[in-house]
């Protein structure tokens, strides 16, 4: 499994467990507000569980904001890993 | 201001008994006890009373979708099933439910003592609050019950959260009878809830004023009995439907009873300890509101928590008013003292003894303290014709208060 795959499937573990979503809805292209259902209140939820599952901080505010889909996350937890390793 | 009748039509419960009206009623005709002990509050250091009534537990997932319980700690989603219930059992549609004639008037002592305690062992360790979720402060805010309420029913009338602890439903039941009475609502979901903590009870414990009778549960609260030692904490919500008689009639609703007075005072006396005179001025206030005489009333569903100076106190102040030998009974015994939802739960138990025509004793009364007053007090399942009740409640801050009850028959 690629660091990338090891980041998703790790991602869609916290979505499902934190919002009770059944885990064929997590499709790459779904919107987390629209297709999720999720909404601001989620996502401050959202953060604080994924940065206790990858025990890393998320603090660019601009960049989480620009997230809209679940493919969309995974790509800015895999460049905060990135800058971390850095 | 037009004065309007006002009578239940639904009722709703989440007791120490399980979720529903029918386990709770169930359980009291059987003359049940839901009082348990806590084997982990022994290592509360301090505390001497590990006794409680919980309710049982239940898969709040299988019952409300995470984005109606994320903002909930257990007492929320104790009222809002309860009102769900209330709401099926008083037939309400939808369209009545949401068009802003009905509202919510639902309060509990605080919010979730549960919740209160989960942020402070999170955040006080390094005074962090980087890991806080965002439905925290909906769970611990004092109009918890209420608002998710609400928000869960699509109720958008009026929305009240009275907070007064142990009379905080039958404050609920007041108000709700005042808002329908002068009109400004048709109908008001009215009630109370609380959950059962070790905090909570601790309350009573530094006062000395908590059951000790760690080793016989089933034995405690004994309201009124010579030997009782203290109240028992229990967990629950109480939801009735208070709606205006005309509305009710168009509805073609079914009417459980009439609430035709209440009476609310504080004694300004003590903090904590009863007063005998104030309470028999909230029994004599609403039974002038009903235009009633002592011997109009045919029963009175106790306060009575099991505490010495409490029961004493009230027994007292019920015979100063409606004399000697009257009928008087505390479900206490049964499911403990569930503060905020104790008037609420009372009086659903209340309406069944109106319907069934029976009168239900005190679980754990052996032998009445010679110190209370003499009454009647029940100690059997018993026939008896009941017509018009009071039900007492009362709550540390010396809040006094006694609701009116009146058996509904159609030719009234």
Known sequence: ?86 | MPVNRVVITGRGAVSPFGLGVASLSEAVWNNSSGVKIIEEWRSVQGLHSFLAAPVPPFNAKERLPRTIRRTMGPMSIYATLAAQEAVADAEMSGDFLQSGAVGVVVGSTTGSPQTYEEFYRGFLPENNIEEVKSGVFFKIMGHSCSANICHALGINGEQWAPASACTSSSQALGLGYLLVRSGRQDALLCGGADEVHYTVSMVFDVVKAASRSNEMPESTPRPFDEKRDGVVCGGGSGVLVLERLDSARARGAKIYAEVIGFGNVNDSKHIANPHKQSMSRAIQNALNEAGLKAQDIDYVNAHATGTMLGDTAESLAIESVLGRGIPVSSLKGHFGHTLGAAGALETIVVLEMLDRQNLVPTLNLDKPDPKCADLHYVQAVSKHPLRTVIKNNFALGGVNTALVLRRWTDDI
């Open chain 1, 1 to 86: 499994m690629t660091y990338e795959e090891t980041i998703r499937q790790k991602v869609i573990e916290v979505l499902v467990d934190e919002f009770e979503l059944d885990q064929e809805l997590l499709q790459p292209e779904a919107t987390l507000y629209d297709d999720l259902g999720l909404d601001s209140l989620d996502a401050v939820d959202m953060v604080v569980a994924l940065e206790k599952a990858f025990g890393m901080k998320m603090n660019d505010e601009e960049k989480i904001r620009a997230v809209k889909t679940v493919d969309d996350l995974i790509r800015l937890i895999v460049s905060i890993g990135e800058q971390h390793a850095n």
